[in-house]
């Protein structure tokens, strides 16, 4: 599987990235992944919750999305990431039960 991660507006740490490469690694266990891209931007705001972190995933036979906005990249990216592992696991279940 490949994982592409960009950094819009900054240049993210190594711990980030490989925190994130870790965390979607662990999306492997719920569904065949084909690809995944995780985009890290800086929003313009003035506001605390400016860090988003938008992840795109692809299975056979289908495409998720999840986003997520909080004070750090580590946050955000952990609501990003359980947002993506429910939405498989609700796949997985339709998949199942369609068996």
Same mark, same amino acid.
């Given at each position: ?30 569904? =065949? ?9 800086? +929003? @313009? ?5 400016? #860090? ?18 909080? =004070? ?9 990431? +359980? @947002? ?5 696991? #609700? ?9």
């Amino acid at each position: 599987m490949q994982i592409d991660i960009q950094a819009i507006h900054f240049e993210p740490k190594g711990d980030l990235i490989e925190l994130i490469e870790t965390k979607v690694e662990g999306l492997k266990k719920l569904a =065949d992944l084909l690809s995944c891209e995780v985009y890290l931007k800086l +929003e @313009g705001s003035s506001s605390v919750r400016n #860090k988003l972190v938008e992840i795109k995933v692809n299975i056979p036979n289908s495409k998720h999305f999840a986003s997520a906005e909080s =004070d750090t990249f580590e946050a955000a990216a952990d609501q990003a990431i +359980e @947002g993506m592992r429910r939405q498989l696991r #609700k796949q997985k279940g339709k998949v199942l039960n369609y068996n």
